[in-house]
């Protein structure tokens, strides 16, 4: 069975800080992705990496797809309250391609 | 545009009750995705339908729970009789194309369904 293990589980840090959040595999996975859940509301996807050892970034947000495939990292640059929610990296499962799911990273941001 | 749209957006029900939770995709888009979220658990696929058929139902706990898509701008999930450890959010998610977790899925806002 492919996991994914997220951590840390839980992150508070204040205004202005950085982060990182990573999301790991014993399997390969062909893609990974992360997504965003604020309170009550849905996940909503932030990006998805495909190539082994990629990078993209999305304003203050850094993403990383690891040279093996079987894991991902993201970081946070100088974190701001409105990046407050949870975070969950998810990536296809290889036999039926349905999603797999991280079990999340939440962050709390302090002004 | 209408991002996907799910009722009711809470449900409180008696343990033994039929719930009912329905689901709107975004026009156009082929495939409907129904996920469970707990705490202990975290987000996990139920089912998923692509041009209204049934792909892939393993992760529908028991027969319990069942899904239809009669149409494709319409998807329910029941669940008979309820339990409380059916207790969750649930969320319906849809996707343009055919090729299941590929392609980006959009979320619902989600039906936090607690059985008492």
């Known amino acids: 069975t492919q996991l994914l293990e997220q951590s840390p589980q839980f992150l508070s840090i204040q205004e202005g800080e950085n982060l990182t959040v990573y999301c790991n595999s014993s399997?390969?996975?062909?893609?990974l992705q992360w997504y965003r859940q604020e309170p009550g509301e849905g996940p909503v996807l932030l990006v998805t990496?495909?190539?082994?050892?990629e990078v993209k970034k999305l304003k203050r947000l850094t993403f990383q797809f690891g040279d093996a495939r079987k894991d991902s990292s993201l970081h946070i640059t100088a974190a701001q309250p409105g990046d407050t929610g949870l975070y969950l990296c998810?990536?296809?499962?290889?036999?039926?391609?349905?999603?797999?799911f991280g079990q999340g990273t939440t962050l709390q941001v302090k002004p | 545009d209408a991002g996907v749209i799910q009722s009711p957006r809470h449900e409180v029900t008696e343990m033994g009750q039929e719930v009912t939770l329905r689901c709107k995709p975004i026009?156009?888009?082929?495939?409907l995705f129904w996920y469970r979220q707990t705490m202990m658990r975290g987000l996990e696929l139920l089912i998923y339908?692509?041009?209204?058929?049934?792909?892939?139902d393993s992760g529908m706990p028991e027969d319990r729970f069942s899904a239809k898509m009669p149409n494709a701008s319409f998807s329910t999930l029941k669940i008979q009789p309820s339990e409380p450890r059916d207790s969750a959010v649930y969320f319906c998610?849809?996707?343009?194309?055919?090729?299941?977790?590929?392609?980006?899925?959009?979320f619902g806002p989600g039906t936090r369904l607690t059985v008492l």
């Open positions: 990496v495909v190539t082994g050892g």
């Open positions: 399997s390969v996975f062909s893609s």
């Open positions: 998810a990536g296809p499962y290889w036999v039926t391609g349905k999603l797999i």
């Open positions: 339908f692509n041009n209204n058929v049934p792909i892939d």
């Open positions: 026009s156009g888009h082929n495939s």
């Open positions: 998610a849809s996707s343009l194309g055919s090729t299941g977790a590929a392609d980006t899925q959009y």
